[in-house]
């Protein structure tokens, strides 16, 4: 498990971390996930004007995938997904870079989750991530977790294993892009230092139901727990989580809980079993 010290979360407390448009990705592989496999989580973290919703997607070509999409300037984009062979995508901002360092080629979930069966997969054809925008993805199947992150310019650096927790939010962990890291994204340093201590107390092996305790924590204050409420009405806050089991064998199981401002609250837990990919008695919030 990737660790951080427990003292950077104190003194981020006492700085009074400002909210930071954001997420948190965090994710179990191997021997420490009950049955083995792989268990991968985000807290979708945005705006309150960013609605959000479900789509069960049957490209022309390649896979298809269950995707929570984010409204955004530019349309409706996925925001994490499992496709049929049970690999998932899901991605965080790169808030810590300047705002003017943001700038690349677009995004690449559609194109994985269509396109790859497997994180090893992907990790063969890595160069994808070449000359993107500043983002982060992790990377998981029943195997394998990985973390790419994109750096201004378009640099890549990923962290495989197929053993342990892996954790990120909104900040460069890579000592390669610790320059990058230009804006304070106080926030994002309490919630990976949260996000770490939680995930390391908890009884091994690891559940999804552990990982939507995680998803649910409040114990940290408005804009530094996991499930953020948001310290001002137009402020970040989170707005989905989207957590999945990818089992050894069977079909994965997700579970997703929808937070769209002014409408009421949706949670569904999904057997992502044939039946649901040929679209039988289900309706997507």
């Not at 951080?4 to 954001?22: K, N, Q, T």
């Not at 195997?143 to 640099?155: D, H, N, S, T, Y």
């Not at 990982?211 to 009405?233: H, M, V, Y």
């Not at 997703?256 to 949706?266: F, S």
Request: hydrophobic share 45%; proline share 6%.
């Amino acid at each position: 498990m990737i660790r951080r010290c427990l003292a950077a979360l104190l003194a981020l407390a006492l700085l009074g971390a400002a909210p930071a448009s954001a997420c948190t990705l965090w994710a179990a592989v191997g021997p420490d996930v009950a049955g083995g496999g792989a268990l991968a989580a985000k807290n979708r973290d945005w705006n309150p004007s960013s609605l959000g919703r479900l789509e069960r997607v049957r490209p022309r070509q390649g896979h298809a995938y269950l995707a929570l999409m984010a409204l955004g300037k530019k349309g409706w984009g996925v925001r994490a997904g499992v496709n049929q062979a049970g690999l998932t995508v899901m991605s965080a901002s790169a808030s810590a870079a300047a705002k003017d360092q943001r700038g690349g080629l677009p995004g690449v979930s559609r194109r994985l989750l269509a396109g790859f069966s497997s994180v090893g997969a992907v990790l063969e054809h890595k160069q994808m991530f070449d000359g993107l925008a500043p983002r982060f993805y992790l990377l998981a199947d029943a195997r394998q977790a990985a973390l790419v992150e994109i750096a201004p310019g378009g640099a890549v650096r990923i962290a495989a294993t197929r053993a342990g927790v892996i954790t990120h939010t909104n900040h460069y962990l890579s000592p390669e892009f610790a320059a990058f890291n230009q804006r304070p994204a106080l926030s994002s340093h309490a919630r990976l230092a949260r996000v770490d201590a939680l995930a390391a107390a908890l009884k091994r092996p690891l559940t999804l139901g552990m990982f939507q305790k995680i998803s649910e924590d409040r114990e940290n204050g408005p804009d530094n727990s996991l499930w953020r409420t948001g310290s001002k009405p137009k402020g970040t806050r989170t707005l989905a989580a989207f957590l999945a089991r990818l089992p050894l064998s069977g079909a994965p199981e997700v579970w997703v809980t929808l937070a769209n401002p002014g409408r009421e609250r949706r949670e569904v837990k999904l057997i992502l079993d044939e039946n649901f990919w040929r679209g039988e008695g289900l309706r997507l919030p």
